[in-house]
């Protein structure tokens, strides 16, 4: 059946929709897979099934879905639904508690280089070690700091490798392929690049999750914007629980600091992305809230949400689940419809040091390998024999050219030794060329990227030397973080002083705008010595004695100026 042959008067609208943006693609989006894709989503209580089959003419069919408790024999129901399917390949999909992710500045560099380099920045913010850290990048669009510079930017996804060997042994248990492992926000943006308007391709789709809600600004088929709200349908079901009279007011009183901080950045994606908001797709609830799309409607003044039709943008050929399994079965939807639609930058946490190695030495590939090796051995016999009578003939030419070949065969030694020294030569030059070019590389980002600062620290205390103050002194100074991070300690005659030195610094390049976060002053005595020691009378009173014991001592002050990651700083 065609497209055309679809498009009637009962078709609803977002099929027409969906299926004239397939006419005019052409259909090339979906990509066909015998038996389509197993997409899994292992959720704290419950895994979620769906087996998915791309259909060019018309929504995805989803030919089976499944949401298993993990509690009992759980994990083996899912292993034996697993085997009954007819695909090859599954995709697994991480729920929000199991990754995390960061937002961070591009880098002009290969995919391999970008993860490494991204790897690195966000090890301080890892709750495991790195090497047990599997990180996925999704390059996003350029993002206009304040200064006017646009930056491109990128998401990095990160997860405990534990979260990834756990799918990977699934698919080995079941003898399936794990072709990707993708995220929850990953896989939403999937389902709402399906749902984009044909006109404007443009979607905003709102997720309420049970402790937190995202908001997803999609464009292109690529997130332009991503923000989580810390309000779920937990909040929601509390205050509703606690309260007493109208439903309808309650509701409202609840929703609306959800819909407060929606609007805020409605508003934001209105005036800084230019993208239309007059429409919000509100996502399955995992516990639902009935009322709750109509009530955020009429607090958001200006915008309609809509439920996400999920059972008009795939066609279920075993009925239809319900919210709470729509809820469930959602990120497992979106990562196998990525997997068929092929579109985007696909973000996998599979790494290639998690895929299953081929054995071989199995009995499976032994076997073969002997079959093959008797199946050669048969016909090397009897090409032997037919050409035995051949070989005797030739024998007698053979020993009495034995002389000439002998000599040609020390000429052809010869030039192998040659040509060999010549090849080695060559791949060491290789070798040369790609380590220069690597380091080309790695001086290229590092003078980019300003990672620390190449002229040294004369100039800083160049600056201090022009700029000193009387009657204050320096006992240490600390520059860290190539100037990033600085330290002085010094005394002076009087606290007054201090503000003159801090104004002074400031007026050296290396100083000016410069920020410290903690001042320390502190006063002690110190003893005169002018020089002329005077003894002390015997005959003087106790009151005279003191008084000239004060008018001998003088009063200083010790401080200490720095950046709040320097540590406190000793005086000498």
Same mark, same amino acid.
């Given at each position: 059946?065609?497209?055309?042959?679809?498009?009637?008067?009962?078709?609803?609208?977002?099929?027409?929709?969906? @299926?004239?943006?397939?006419?005019? /693609?052409?259909?090339?989006?979906?990509?066909?897979?015998?038996?389509?894709?197993?997409?899994?989503?292992?959720?704290?209580?419950?895994?979620?099934?769906?087996?998915?089959?791309?259909?060019?003419?018309?929504?995805?069919?989803?030919?089976?879905?499944?949401?298993?408790?993990?509690? +009992?024999?759980?994990?083996?129901?899912?292993?034996?639904?697993?085997?009954?399917?007819?695909?090859?390949?599954?995709?697994?999909?991480?729920?929000?508690?199991?990754?995390?992710?960061?937002?961070?500045?591009?880098?002009?560099?290969?995919?391999?280089?970008?993860?490494?380099?991204?790897?690195?920045?966000?090890?301080?913010?890892?709750?495991?070690? @790195?090497?047990?850290?599997?990180?996925?990048?999704?390059?996003?669009?350029?993002?206009?700091?304040?200064?006017?510079?646009?930056?491109?930017?990128?998401? *990095?996804?990160?997860?405990? &490798?534990?979260?990834?060997?756990?799918?990977?042994?699934?698919?080995?248990?079941?003898?399936?392929?794990?072709?990707?492992?993708?995220?929850? #926000?990953?896989?939403?943006?999937?389902?709402?690049?399906?749902?984009?308007?044909?006109?404007?391709?443009?979607?905003?789709?709102?997720?309420?999750?049970?402790?937190?809600?995202?908001?997803?600004?999609?464009?292109?088929?690529?997130?332009?914007?991503?923000?989580?709200?810390?309000?779920?349908?937990?909040?929601?079901?509390?205050?509703?629980?606690?309260?007493?009279?109208?439903?309808?007011?309650?509701?409202?009183?609840?929703?609306?600091?959800?819909?407060?901080?929606? &609007?805020?950045?409605?508003?934001?994606?209105?005036?800084?992305?230019?993208?239309?908001?007059?429409?919000?797709?509100?996502?399955?609830?995992?516990?639902? *809230?009935?009322?709750?799309?109509?009530?955020?409607?009429?607090?958001?003044?200006?915008?309609?949400?809509?439920?996400?039709?999920?059972? %008009?943008?795939?066609?279920?050929?075993?009925?239809?689940?319900?919210?709470?399994?729509?809820? @469930?079965? @959602?990120?497992?939807?979106?990562?196998?419809?990525?997997?068929?639609?092929?579109?985007?930058?696909?973000?996998?946490?599979?790494?290639?040091?998690?895929?299953?190695?081929? /054995?071989?030495?199995?009995?499976?590939?032994?076997?073969?390998?002997?079959?093959?090796?008797?199946?050669?051995?048969?016909?090397?016999? +009897?090409?032997?024999?037919?050409?035995?009578?051949?070989?005797?003939?030739?024998?007698?030419?053979?020993?009495?050219?034995?002389?000439?070949?002998?000599?040609?065969?020390?000429?052809?030694?010869?030039?192998?030794?040659?040509?060999?020294?010549?090849?080695?030569?060559?791949?060491?030059?290789?070798?040369?060329?790609?380590?220069?070019?690597?380091?080309?590389?790695?001086?290229?980002?590092?003078?980019?990227?300003?990672?620390?600062?190449?002229?040294?620290?004369?100039?800083?205390?160049?600056?201090?030397?022009?700029?000193?103050?009387?009657? *204050?002194?320096?006992?240490?100074?600390?520059?860290?973080?190539? +100037?990033? #991070?600085?330290?002085?300690?010094?005394? +002076?005659?009087?606290?007054?002083?201090?503000?003159?030195?801090?104004?002074?610094?400031?007026?050296?390049?290396?100083?000016?705008?410069?920020?410290?976060?903690?001042?320390?002053?502190?006063?002690?005595?110190?003893?005169?010595?002018?020089?002329?020691?005077?003894?002390?009378?015997?005959?003087?009173?106790?009151?005279?004695?003191?008084?000239?014991?004060?008018?001998?001592?003088? %009063?200083?002050?010790?401080?200490?100026?720095?950046?709040?990651?320097?540590?406190?700083?000793?005086?000498?």
């Amino acid at each position: 059946m065609s497209a055309n042959t679809i498009l009637t008067q009962e078709t609803p609208p977002l099929h027409k929709r969906l @299926l004239a943006r397939l006419q005019r /693609d052409g259909g090339s989006q979906i990509i066909r897979h015998k038996g389509g894709i197993v997409g899994v989503a292992p959720w704290p209580d419950a895994w979620a099934v769906v087996q998915v089959e791309g259909n060019p003419a018309g929504p995805p069919t989803v030919e089976q879905y499944h949401v298993i408790p993990v509690e +009992g024999d759980g994990t083996a129901h899912l292993q034996a639904i697993l085997r009954q399917k007819a695909a090859g390949k599954c995709v697994g999909v991480l729920t929000p508690g199991q990754y995390r992710t960061f937002l961070e500045e591009s880098v002009n560099a290969p995919v391999e280089e970008l993860v490494a380099i991204m790897r690195f920045r966000v090890r301080d913010r890892l709750e495991f070690p @790195l090497e047990n850290a599997a990180i996925a990048v999704q390059p996003l669009p350029a993002r206009k700091r304040d200064d006017g510079v646009e930056k491109p930017m990128v998401n *990095v996804f990160a997860t405990n &490798q534990e979260e990834v060997l756990r799918l990977c042994a699934l698919a080995a248990r079941v003898r399936m392929q794990l072709v990707g492992v993708d995220a929850h #926000e990953s896989a939403l943006r999937h389902i709402a690049s399906h749902c984009a308007e044909a006109s404007d391709n443009e979607t905003i789709l709102l997720h309420i999750g049970v402790q937190d809600a995202q908001v997803m600004a999609i464009r292109d088929r690529e997130t332009v914007f991503s923000r989580r709200i810390k309000i779920g349908t937990e909040r929601i079901h509390e205050v509703l629980r606690l309260a007493t009279g109208d439903r309808g007011k309650n509701l409202a009183i609840a929703v609306e600091p959800l819909a407060l901080e929606l &609007q805020r950045t409605l508003d934001y994606i209105r005036t800084r992305l230019h993208m239309a908001v007059g429409r919000v797709r509100l996502a399955p609830l995992e516990h639902p *809230v009935a009322g709750l799309a109509a009530t955020l409607g009429t607090l958001l003044p200006g915008v309609v949400v809509l439920p996400l039709p999920l059972t %008009e943008m795939f066609h279920f050929t075993t009925g239809e689940p319900d919210e709470r399994e729509l809820a @469930l079965l @959602l990120p497992a939807l979106g990562a196998a419809l990525g997997r068929l639609r092929n579109s985007g930058m696909m973000v996998n946490l599979l790494e290639e040091r998690f895929r299953p190695k081929q /054995d071989p030495l199995s009995g499976k590939s032994i076997l073969g390998m002997g079959v093959v090796s008797l199946l050669l051995l048969g016909a090397t016999l +009897g090409v032997l024999q037919a050409h035995m009578g051949k070989v005797r003939a030739g024998f007698a030419t053979v020993s009495s050219q034995e002389a000439t070949l002998k000599a040609e065969v020390l000429q052809q030694v010869d030039a192998s030794a040659n040509a060999a020294l010549n090849l080695k030569l060559e791949n060491q030059m290789q070798q040369l060329a790609e380590k220069i070019a690597r380091n080309e590389r790695l001086l290229d980002y590092l003078n980019n990227n300003q990672l620390g600062q190449k002229e040294g620290f004369a100039g800083y205390l160049e600056d201090l030397s022009r700029q000193a103050v009387a009657g *204050v002194w320096l006992t240490g100074v600390t520059l860290r973080n190539g +100037g990033q #991070e600085i330290g002085f300690a010094g005394r +002076g005659e009087s606290v007054g002083l201090v503000p003159r030195f801090i104004e002074a610094i400031g007026q050296g390049s290396h100083f000016r705008d410069r920020r410290f976060d903690i001042l320390h002053i502190a006063r002690e005595k110190s003893e005169k010595n002018d020089g002329n020691d005077k003894p002390t009378s015997k005959t003087k009173s106790d009151k005279e004695a003191k008084d000239d014991t004060k008018s001998d001592q003088e %009063e200083i002050i010790t401080f200490s100026l720095r950046t709040k990651r320097i540590p406190e700083m000793k005086h000498e």
